[in-house]
């Protein structure tokens, strides 16, 4: 199933190439576009929807492996196959590790080339998913004054009213108090649903501490 808004980049200094894998692409119903360079992809703004790359990794200039280093740089969220007729296990291993979804050497069957574009606009769109959740709790959060967030971190470890009071040197009923509005203005009603919120955050709260003001 192709996520929706997708794209397929390829980039391949190869004029056959590009027509070739162009073509089967829209005849997999996949919109692409194809650059003869990874400077002139560069040049394009960030596709706004699920993307995928398939990028040479021997090309004049900057190379495969030089744009997907530029594009972690510029914090992209593209997704990279490589195909390539001069690779090597040390290359390879380099680029999975990097976060590649794939390292195909040329010639590739076609069916093995367009599952590696599903998986890749699969997990672009999974990760677009988990930057927009992350962004939404990190401002619900941020809606907490610094005492709720102080609460809210001994909250979550489990800790009780009573015992959060004597950490903090506060009245037990003051904490109740911090906790209610903490509930509220992020609106769910258990310390599970607490927990599942900072996770999606994905920033550990003692390193929040340090950020609010």
Request: aromatic share 4%; with cysteine.
């Amino acid at each position: 199933m192709i996520p929706a808004n997708s794209l397929v980049f390829l980039i391949d200094d190869d004029a056959s190439v590009r027509k070739g894998v162009s073509r089967l692409l829209r005849s997999a119903g996949y919109k692409n576009e194809a650059f003869v360079s990874a400077s002139d992809f560069l040049t394009r703004d960030q596709h706004p929807g699920p993307a995928c790359l398939i990028v040479d990794v021997q090309m004049p200039g900057l190379n495969g492996m030089d744009l997907q280093t530029a594009l972690i740089q510029r914090h992209r969220q593209e997704q990279l196959s490589f195909i390539t007729g001069h690779g090597d296990i040390s290359m390879c291993a380099q680029a999975m590790k990097a976060g590649a979804v794939d390292f195909l050497p040329k010639p590739f069957p076609d069916n093995e080339l367009l599952q590696c574009v599903e998986r890749a606009l699969v997990r672009s769109a999974e990760q677009r998913q988990g930057s927009r959740e992350k962004a939404a709790a990190r401002r619900l959060l941020d809606s907490l004054t610094p005492r709720e967030f102080e609460v809210m971190q001994l909250v979550i470890t489990g800790m009780l009213n009573k015992q959060i009071a004597d950490e903090l040197g506060i009245a037990e009923k003051t904490i109740k108090v911090h906790r209610g509005r903490v509930m509220t203005k992020l609106g769910i009603a258990s310390v599970a649903e607490l927990v599942r919120l900072v996770e999606r955050a994905q920033i550990a709260p003692a390193t929040w501490r340090g950020t609010k003001v």
